[in-house]
């Protein structure tokens, strides 16, 4: 699975919108963009997924360059409660040999 | 939906005692389940892979007589740390792949993660 590049850590004014980078400049045809969160001494949470199209859902939107080397999850508005570690995971799906695999991520804090 | 639970959320135990920890899918069946291993301030670690009915994977590194994995339905999965130390003492996390799901994203669900310290 391609390796993702994400800034340690980012803060955010609450209310704004959070926008969150992750390079993976090495990824393949059949490879995802999965994106977790995990707020402090909780499992990860799933947050959003895509391939090359951008996506969007009710936490958050994920936008993909055209040459799918990069992405950025955005979340609109953002709270206090979306202050966690933000993880950007490349991987084909597990029926092909793809894991989980977490990086460092990065640390989002939202301040008031 | 997808909901994946995890008992019990903390335990102590005392240094060469066994420990077990169960892994519940709650309202999909997962095939596939995976244990996870977070010591404070790193990243999560992967373990294992679990397959309803077969042997467990075991990631490179990790002792597969300690860390003693069962699935034995689709929805149930339990992790066995035997003769703990307290270097075994970490934040264990399963999570769970849902089977219908897995043509549109093959999503993994976590679970809360239970904290284990071996006294």
């Known amino acids: 699975d391609a390796k993702t590049t994400q800034p340690p850590s980012m803060d955010c004014a609450e209310g704004r919108a959070a926008n969150l980078p992750c390079n993976h400049s090495?990824?393949?045809?059949?490879?995802?963009v999965y994106w977790y969160r995990q707020i402090h001494s909780q499992g990860p949470q799933y947050i959003i997924h895509?391939?090359?199209n951008n996506e969007t859902n009710e936490m958050a939107s994920l936008i993909i360059t055209e040459d799918r080397k990069s992405s950025t999850l955005i979340l609109p508005h953002a709270t206090l409660r979306d202050t966690a570690v933000y993880y950007c995971?490349?991987?084909?799906?597990?029926?092909?040999?793809?894991?989980?695999?977490f990086g460092q991520g990065t640390e989002l804090s939202v301040k008031p | 939906g997808a909901v994946v639970s995890q008992h019990p959320s903390w335990v102590i135990c005392k240094s060469g005692t066994s420990v077990k920890i169960e892994c519940r899918s709650l309202?999909?069946?997962?095939?596939?389940m995976f244990w996870y291993r977070q010591f404070p301030k790193q990243s999560l670690m992967l373990m294992a892979t679990?397959?309803?009915?077969?042997?467990?994977?075991?990631e490179q590194g990790v002792e597969k007589d300690k860390f003693l994995i069962n699935h034995a339905s689709l929805t149930l999965s339990t992790l066995t740390v035997t003769s703990a130390h307290p270097e075994d003492s970490s934040f264990y996390i399963c999570?769970?792949?849902?089977?219908?799901?897995?043509?549109?994203?093959?999503?993994?669900?976590f679970g809360p993660g239970t904290r284990l310290t071996v006294l």
């Open positions: 995971i490349v991987r084909v799906f597990y029926n092909q040999g793809g894991k989980l695999i």
């Open positions: 090495t990824i393949s045809g059949n490879e995802y």
């Open positions: 895509g391939l090359k």
């Open positions: 999570s769970a792949r849902d089977v219908a799901l897995a043509g549109f994203g093959d999503t993994q669900y």
């Open positions: 679990s397959n309803e009915g077969s042997k467990a994977t075991y």
């Open positions: 309202d999909f069946q997962a095939t596939t």
